[in-house]
């Protein structure tokens, strides 16, 4: 046991230099810097250093600030937005909304103190061709505008601290109405562990098990409560997870009538990791993409190129077989077995009898396009297409016919349902590699293509 102190005995810490003090306090959290100020008032005067605080709130934001904006202090200004910071600091988010879903990017702005969020939305451009290809196969050019949707910001966070009104979630905060009687709230979410998880909660949870993730969360915060122990109590921010957060509608019909929600259950947003949408030179076709599907209009989609090691590593492979297709012409399951070349006396001479050169790091594994908005039919959080091996066991054909001449042709499996989801079935396709930023997808069966091109998601603010 440590020993008691007396009643002169000094802390130690407090013999220490300004300068050194202030040091240690710089690897300390908000949490612990005001733990740490209600010691003393010496530990007091050294938390409240504006310093602490602007490193803080910079930690957040892709582009540090050197002012607090509207509020007095960087200290201030941490209180007014906590605990949110972590919105701007992963910036895009997508929700389970059945069955389009949403995706949003949000920001930090200094200038009005506000934590933002807006909708992406893409539009194809009027001047558009129909183009008939091989074996009359029809397809539209596609070059969208992709752009956010300014005028309904989904968050608007400009201080915390003031919660009016009934709460219905743990930490919620009514936002500034976004029409005349309609008004959202946004709320925190509780961490939940993947460690146990079964088939039958796997839909229950967000982010889908389809796309990597350390943390998920219950969709329904009811799951949320029976999921969690007694001694964990909403209200404790250590519980807060930081890589989802909820959204609630509520319609009010004036002062004596009561508030009623828009809708059953709140819409639950998760976020990214970065490291699943920024390319890389070994996995240059990782990122987020729009894609044409025609009578549903653009759809977003998350590009993972995965090899076998991470397939093996991700948590989703545990729980979640990605996907259990079909097997291909030659009868294997997986394209990226050594069987199925082992016939082959040249590596680079493909079943075709022609040959491709040499594929780059980048030209091979495994590619899948998840959906991030949905409709329908494949909703979001369902995988849109697979390609088993983008690289030279995968490549079909090299297309010899305009627009497309000239492009490697690879097998993939393209995700087709009823309404609702219903009956989903893989059927047979191509995917055309055009570029890094531009592919297009061959549905064999329907004689259908539709294109997909990257988004620059650092420039939509911009736009």
């Known amino acids: 046991m440590a020993p008691e102190l007396g ?4 802390c130690r810490l407090l ?15 908000a949490h612990d810097l005001l733990a740490v100020s209600t010691t003393c008032r010496t530990l007091f005067s050294h938390a409240c250093n504006d310093i602490l605080w602007a490193n803080l709130v910079n930690e957040n934001l892709p582009e540090k600030i050197t002012t607090p904006g509207p509020f007095s202090t960087f200290r201030e200004l941490y209180a007014a937005l906590y605990p949110y910071w972590f919105i701007p600091r992963y910036r895009i988010w997508f929700s389970d909304t059945a069955h389009t879903g949403r995706m949003i990017v949000a920001r930090y702005d200094n200038r009005r103190g ?54 219905h979630l743990p930490g919620e905060v009514r936002m500034p109405m976004v ?32 796309i990597p993730s350390a943390k998920r969360v219950y969709r329904n915060p009811v ?36 508030v009623l929600v828009a809708h059953n259950n709140p819409s639950t947003f998760a976020t990214l990791h970065p490291s699943l949408y920024t390319p890389t030179k070994e996995k240059p076709y990782q990122g987020i993409w729009v894609g044409d599907y025609s009578m549903h209009g653009c759809e977003f989609l998350l590009f993972l190129q995965r090899d076998e090691e991470t397939l093996q ?76 091996d983008i690289g ?32 989903p079935q893989w059927i047979k396709s191509q995917l055309i590699l055009l570029s ?9 069966a329907m004689h259908h293509i539709s294109y997909f091109r990257r988004v620059n998601i650092d420039k939509l603010f911009e736009s």
């Open 114 to 167: 506000v934590i933002e969020a807006y909708r992406v939305v893409a539009e194809r451009s009027p001047d558009i061709q129909i183009i008939q290809w091989d074996d009359g196969a029809v397809f539209a050019t596609f070059d969208p505008r992709v752009r956010l949707w300014f005028d309904d910001p989904v968050v608007n966070l400009k201080d915390c601290r003031s919660r009016g009104g009934q709460q």
């Open 15 to 29: 013999e220490l230099p300004a300068e050194l003090i202030h040091l240690v306090m710089t690897y300390l959290s």
């Open 436 to 444: 890094h930023d531009c592919v297009a997808h061959y549905w064999e």
């Open 313 to 388: 590593a991700t948590s989703t492979r545990q729980h979640y077989e990605i996907p259990d297709l079909p097997e291909d012409d030659d009868g294997n399951i997986s394209s990226t077995s050594e069987e199925n070349h082992a016939n082959d006396s040249d590596n680079s001479q493909l079943q075709g009898g022609f040959q491709v050169e040499d594929q780059s790091p980048g030209e091979s594994g495994r590619l899948e396009a998840i959906k991030l908005t949905g409709d329908p039919n494949v909703p979001r959080g369902e995988i849109s297409f697979v390609a088993r």
């Open 179 to 210: 029409a005349e009687r309609i008004f959202s709230s946004i709320a925190v979410c509780a961490a939940t562990c993947d460690e146990g998880l079964s088939a039958e909660i796997a839909p229950e949870l967000w982010p889908p098990v389809t």
């Open 392 to 423: 030279r066991r995968g490549t079909v054909r090299i297309a010899d016919r305009e627009p497309f001449k000239g492009a490697r042709m690879v097998r993939s499996w393209g995700h087709v349902a009823h309404h609702n989801f219903e009956d």
């Open 223 to 258: 799951d949320e409560l029976k999921a969690r122990t007694v001694k964990e109590e909403k209200e404790k921010l250590e519980h807060v997870c930081n890589i989802a957060f909820r959204l609630i509608q509520f319609v009010s019909l004036g002062p004596g009538y009561p």
């Open 7 to 10: 009643p002169n005995s000094r």
